[in-house]
């Protein structure tokens, strides 16, 4: 018995060793080990020997077992080796070759406007202010000296949300102006704020879309006049379209809570169907403002007899457009990567309000 055991092993550690890859080896295990193996058949046959022969039988085919499992184990092991040696072999890494361009995003033109703009008020020494876009009718319309028959409180030019308990119906805000009413009710004079942030009405065509950006500003202090709102508005344009002596004008308008209030416009050429900011015979809109309502600052608890503030809001959309040549206000939501890599501004592009006056 032992005898054919040793032949038995002989031959499978020679199968073992003559394996050379994991595929034949896996074969040598299974007819020495498998359920149907050589071995595995021996073992099978312990139960019809009688019991001295079966122990010493067992004995002997359990230390053979053994062996051979170790010897198909540390054959498997070389093999395992030996397969990732030869891919390593075969799969060089060229260290010189270019490297691949990177994927990089881009700074959309909303962002980066109002990041402009921020920074050059900044630079005047105001700080940023934000409010929630879906607001109350007090901060909307009533403290901004809105009257009840305002086109802007109509049902389809603005959107209302489900009523609420005691009739209150709160509005996604339709201007950046309840911002003015929120930091003169927290803040006491004097007070210096610009506001960017989302804006909502209901209309949508070339120039218009449903949700808009604005950047509202806020001046109140003892001894401030028109004078300021002037010379301020006017070194904000001609530092953000980047053209020293761009003529600005201011036209006499009107808005419930500024008075006097006016729009500002820009000179502008349309000579020969191109348009370009700068001289020319021609005026562009951009932005409306005017001296803070005396209501508006007794709604907010300020004494009107003391202080006195101004106010703007410009439209981000808008001005992005006439800087970058973008035609249509649509594209800007409609997230086209194509326009958008086109359009976009490389990231850590730091803007500066002396970018476009000093160079
Ligand atoms: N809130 C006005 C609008 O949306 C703009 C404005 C702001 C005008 C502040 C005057 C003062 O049209």
Redesign the pocket.
Same mark, same amino acid.
């Given at each position: 018995m032992q005898d054919d055991l040793d032949t038995i092993k002989t031959r499978i550690l020679a199968a073992t060793a003559a394996a050379n890859s994991l595929e034949s080896l896996e074969r040598v295990r299974v007819e020495a080990l498998g359920r149907k193996g050589r071995i595995t058949a021996l073992m099978k046959g312990l139960g019809a020997m009688d019991p001295e022969t079966r122990k010493s039988a067992g004995a002997a085919l359990n230390v053979l077992k053994d062996d051979v499992a170790a010897a198909i184990e540390a054959r498997q092991e070389d093999l395992a080796g030996a397969t990732l040696d030869a891919r390593l072999m075969e799969e060089k890494v060229d260290v010189t070759l270019p490297v691949r361009a990177e994927g990089r995003g881009r700074v959309h033109p909303i962002t980066q406007t109002i990041d402009e703009v921020i920074a050059i008020f900044g630079e005047m020494g105001f700080t940023v202010a934000e409010g929630p876009d879906i607001e109350d009718d007090w901060h909307n319309f009533t403290a901004?000296n809105i009257p009840p028959e305002h086109p802007?409180r109509q049902e389809h030019d603005t959107f209302y949300l489900p009523g609420m308990a005691g009739g209150h119906r709160r509005v996604l805000r %339709?201007? %950046?102006?309840p911002v003015?009413i929120r930091t003169m009710g927290e803040q006491k004079p004097p007070l210096r704020i610009i506001v960017p942030g989302r804006?909502y009405r209901c209309d949508y065509d070339a120039t218009h879309s449903p949700m808009f950006h604005?950047v509202?500003?806020?001046v109140v202090d003892e001894t401030t006049h028109m004078g300021h709102l002037k010379g301020c508005l006017i070194e904000f344009c001609r530092a953000y379209f980047g053209v020293e002596d761009l003529p600005v004008r201011f036209r006499p308008?009107y808005?419930p809570?500024?008075e006097p209030?006016a729009e500002v416009d820009i000179g502008c050429t349309r000579a020969g169907g191109a348009f370009r900011i700068g001289h020319g015979d021609d005026w562009l809109e951009i932005?409306?403002?005017?001296m803070?309502h005396p209501k508006v600052l007794e709604n907010c608890g300020i004494d009107a007899a003391r202080y006195q503030g101004?106010?703007?809001?410009?439209?981000v959309e808008r001005i992005a457009m006439l800087k970058y040549g973008i035609g249509d206000l649509r594209t800007f939501f409609e997230s086209d990567l194509r326009w958008l890599r086109h359009y976009g501004f490389p990231a850590l592009h730091i803007p500066s309000m002396v970018g476009g006056l000093n160079p």
């Open positions: 901004l802007a %339709t201007h %950046t102006s003015q804006t604005q509202e500003g806020l308008s808005f809570f500024t209030s932005l409306g403002c005017g803070v101004f106010a703007f809001g410009l439209g």
